[in-house]
T-cell receptor
Framework: DAGVTQSPTHLIKTRGQHVTLRCSPI?????VSWYQQVLGQGPQFIFQ???????GRGNFPDRFSARQFPNYSSELNVNALLLGDSALYLC??????????????FGPGTRLTVL | KQEVTQIPAALSVPEGENLVLNCSFT??????LQWFRQDPGKGLTSLLL?????REQTSGRLNASLDKSSGRSTLYIAASQPGDSATYLC??????????FGAGTTVTVRA
């Protein structure tokens, strides 16, 4: 079975541009979460979507937005890119909402470099 | 606000030695705790998940313990191998929808 997939693998943008990152969850998983990982730090939570509804948002500016499609895939959009947005963007999927046995599975990430 | 700390930040051991990685968290109200492995520039691989009602979980050479009341978890890796070299991250699920991560411990196993 395929795991969580993300595209593209790498991306180089310039300041002020817009970027769209894509994620496909494990088949049957209805929850998708997005995380930002800056070099040397742990991942920071950006969004979670469950059944196409936003369930939570982390402490990120409104330049960050996301959505989940009927097939449970998801897009993360970032507008007006800043140098500080350079990071590894990780997508995670899980089968249910938060429970004690709810394991999160991560994709390989998209490496975004902003010049 | 949940704070997760992993000490030490880096660890180097000779092959065959047992590894002990520590994780502490400030709020004991968690659903579960998960340990992940991350290779350089790659995504996260889930190693073990410990439910809040459990004390430990085992998978092969890996054993993780959880003491919720003291806000601590320990990951033991027996008989380390060079292939175990990676960054190990712990994350807790507080009473909402997200994972709160530590910064990780980078392990180097010397052949």
């Amino acid at each position: 079975d395929a795991g969580v997939t993300q595209s593209p693998t790498h991306l180089i943008k310039t300041r002020g541009q817009h970027v769209t990152l894509r994620c496909s969850p494990i088949s049957g998983h209805k929850s998708v979460s997005w995380y930002q990982q800056v070099l040397g730090q742990g991942p920071q939570f950006i969004f979670q979507y469950y059944e196409k509804e936003e369930r939570g948002r982390g402490n990120f500016p409104d330049r960050f937005s996301a959505r989940q499609f009927p097939n449970y895939s998801s897009e993360l959009n970032v507008n007006a890119l800043l140098l500080g947005d350079s990071a590894l963007y990780l997508c995670a999927s899980s089968s249910t909402r938060v429970t004690s046995y709810n394991e999160q599975f991560f994709g390989p990430g998209t490496r975004l470099t902003v010049l | 606000k949940q704070e997760v700390t992993q000490i030490p930040a880096a660890l180097s051991v000779p092959e065959g030695e047992n590894l002990v990685l520590n994780c502490s968290f400030t709020d004991s109200a968690i659903y579960n705790l998960q340990w992940f492995r991350q290779d350089p520039g790659k995504g996260l691989t889930s190693l073990l998940l410990i439910q809040s009602s459990q004390r430990e979980q085992t998978s092969g050479r890996l054993n993780a313990s959880l003491d919720k009341s003291s806000g601590r978890s320990t990951l033991y890796i027996a008989a380390s191998q060079p292939g175990d070299s990676a960054t190990y991250l712990c994350a807790v699920t507080p009473n909402d929808y997200k994972l709160s991560f530590g910064a990780g411990t980078t392990v180097t196993v010397r052949a």
